[in-house]
């Protein structure tokens, strides 16, 4: 397993990709393996937010 030190983490709060843990936990969502991936955490965190929507949705559903 690889240090998520060396991984890319997107920070929610300025919107920056960063390697390592340069900001605190609260502003981070990752980690990615690559910086071209953690760019790309807004629009991959809305999707999967759809999805347990959904999800939810159905269960109740049931």
Do not use: C, H
Request: overall charge negative.
């Amino acid at each position: 397993m690889s240090d998520e030190n060396d991984k890319y983490w997107y920070n929610l709060t300025t919107g920056e990709v960063e390697r390592g843990f340069a900001s605190p936990v609260i502003d981070r969502a990752g980690p990615f393996d690559t910086a071209e991936e953690a760019a790309n955490a807004p629009e991959l965190l809305k999707e999967r937010s759809r999805q347990w929507a959904e999800d939810d949705e159905r269960e109740e559903d049931e």
